[in-house]
T-cell receptor, first 108, second 115 residues
């Protein structure tokens, strides 16, 4: 089955700074989804990437799917305290194969 | 529009007892997925069900765990003779169809604690 790895596991960011979290799969993915989970909450769908090399933006979040469809990244600019949470990527083979997530904390 | 509903939100069981977790999918969704999340880990797929059918239970432990999605009523994840290692958050998700292009909508989860 798909194995999805994410780095870094923890990201401590100064408010206003940018950061990137990376997702790598052992196999080619048909598509990749990103979810955000706030502390004590449940995963909430952010976006899905399907095409090789695809880039999508949501306000300060930029999502990219690699050319080989085996990796993806999430870049957040001008981090805010509302960005706190754990960001998961998941390969979608009708069942989601989640990475371990990147837990983001923000220093005001 | 009610989202995915799960109950109870918190469940405490002693070792050896049974735990029953319920999930009502979003209206119009006929595909249900159960995931387990251990502290500070990602979610692990357990089972995928459609009405009255188990489609994929490859992530489910072979013993003590069972799941169903009857024609009427919620999906049930049942854990018999719970052990401390079963303590986790159990999330249910639903989608309108199956396939690789559909996002899954997650419920609030059931936090199971085994004492």
């Amino acid at each position: 089955g798909q194995q999805v790895m994410q780095i870094p596991q923890y990201q401590h960011v100064q408010e206003g700074e940018d950061f990137t979290t990376y997702c790598n799969s052992s196999t080619t993915l048909s598509n990749i989804q990103w979810y955000k989970q706030r502390p004590g909450g449940h995963p909430v769908f952010l976006i899905q990437l399907v095409k090789s090399g695809e880039v999508k933006k949501q306000k300060r979040l930029t999502f990219q799917f690699g050319e080989a469809k085996k990796n993806s990244s999430l870049h957040i600019t001008a981090t805010q305290t509302t960005d706190v949470g754990t960001y998961f990527c998941a390969g979608n083979d009708y069942k989601l194969s989640f990475g371990a997530g990147t837990t983001v904390t923000v220093r005001a | 529009n009610a989202g995915v509903m799960q109950n109870p939100r918190h469940l405490v069981r002693r070792r050896g007892q049974e735990a029953r977790l319920r999930c009502s999918p979003m209206k119009g969704h006929s595909h249900v997925y159960w995931y387990r999340q251990l502290p500070e880990e990602g979610l692990k797929f357990m089972v995928y069900l459609q009405k009255e059918n188990i489609i994929d239970e490859s992530g489910m432990p072979k013993e003590r765990f069972s799941a169903e999605f009857p024609k009427e009523g919620p999906s049930i994840l049942r854990i018999q003779q719970v052990v401390r290692g079963d303590s986790a958050a159990y999330f249910c998700a639903s989608s309108p169809e199956s396939g690789t292009t559909y996002e899954q909508y997650f419920g609030p989860g059931t936090r199971l604690t085994v004492t």
